[in-house]
């Protein structure tokens, strides 16, 4: 019974050409981007993602240049997830702008800063896709019917793709989606999912727990104080046993690995490693968690 065994037919990604015809603001540092492919299949599942090449931009072009010697290497193309779901009309990612931490980030980010701040409607660019193995299996229904979404911050996005698919489909599954994000300010799709679990009480309960928010008027019994802890993910996972996690957010880097082994001193777990480890202290096998790390 293992996610990963999910046939997911490894298609070749395709380059498309596609047409940025909105940029809707979500938060104060996240957009949508809602790409027109001009008529190209989408034929993409929830929870892939596409790949965007920085050196195609010519406003990037110093900075790429730039980073790439300071780096000694030729920068990466950045993956997206889908935030929209195949049954949408609209193809749509979400960017978070990348923070730049004077003496703690080490080089400015190149291209979330630019999707998210560079007014693009109307500008072309090209996008690969659709990739990605963070999909639910054919026979999901077969192996649970509890999907458990635990996401932090941008993280939500292939999440939210599976959520609004799987609804879509009509799916036997329940779905809970539990959010750690800083603030309420912070909150990507709080509207949307707030009318998800409206329209579909009976399939679809929506948790979010805020680390640093200090309006108490926002806390209750749907939106906890803290992170996601252990206590919790015992209380809303009672079927540990069966459910199925699909886990996505920041998680240690490479660069934080290198550092940690020139200095010695351990890296710091980030969402990914800290609720991998409540969910192993559950008895939850890794079989029955997907994961996907940002960062
Ligand atoms: C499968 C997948 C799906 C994703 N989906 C989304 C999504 O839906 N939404 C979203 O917002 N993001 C998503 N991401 C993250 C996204 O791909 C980018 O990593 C993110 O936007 C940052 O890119 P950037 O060019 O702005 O920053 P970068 O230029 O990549 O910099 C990011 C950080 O890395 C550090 N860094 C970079 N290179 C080095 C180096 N050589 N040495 C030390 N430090 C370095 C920088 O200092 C900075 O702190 C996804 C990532 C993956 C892998």
């Known amino acids: 019974m293992s ?103 080490q080089y400015p980010p190149l291209l979330s800063p630019y999707l998210v701040h560079g007014h693009l409607v109307g500008t072309r660019m090209k996008v690969t896709g659709f990739l990605g193995p963070y999909v639910l299996p054919e026979d999901v229904t077969q192996r649970t019917d509890h999907l458990v979404h635990l996401v932090a911050g941008s993280g939500a996005v292939p999440n939210f793709s599976i959520l609004k698919d799987a609804l879509h489909r009509e799916l036997p599954l329940r779905h809970t989606f539990l959010f750690s994000n800083k603030t309420w300010g912070d909150i990507l799709y709080r509207d949307e999912l707030a009318a998800l679990e409206r329209a579909h009480p009976e399939r679809l309960r929506v948790v979010h727990t805020l680390t640093r928010e200090t309006d108490a ?63 192993h202290a559950l008895g939850i096998p890794d079989k029955r968690i997907k994961r996907e790390t940002y960062g």
């Open 217 to 279: 008027s926002h806390f209750g019994p749907t939106v906890r104080k803290g992170r996601v802890g252990q206590a919790l993910l015992e209380e809303l996972l009672p079927d540990f046993e069966t459910c199925l996690v699909y886990a996505c957010g920041p998680a240690i880097t490479p660069w934080d690995r290198r550092k940690a082994l020139e200095t010695r001193t351990p890296a710091t777990p980030r969402f990914i490693e800290a609720v991998l480890g409540h969910l």
């Open 3 to 105: 996610v990963e065994a999910a046939p997911a037919r490894a298609k070749k990604p395709v380059e498309y050409e596609a047409t940025v015809t909105e940029v809707r603001r979500d938060t104060h540092d996240t957009v949508t981007l809602f790409l027109d492919l001009e008529g190209a299949p989408r034929d993409y599942k929830a929870g892939q993602f596409l790949n965007i090449d920085p050196h195609q931009f010519p406003a990037l072009a110093r900075l790429c240049a730039y980073l790439q010697e300071h780096k000694g290497r030729r920068e990466p193309i950045r993956s997206y997830s889908l935030a929209s779901a195949p049954h949408e009309p609209r193809l749509a990612i979400t960017v978070k702008d990348e923070e730049f931490i004077p003496g703690l980030t």
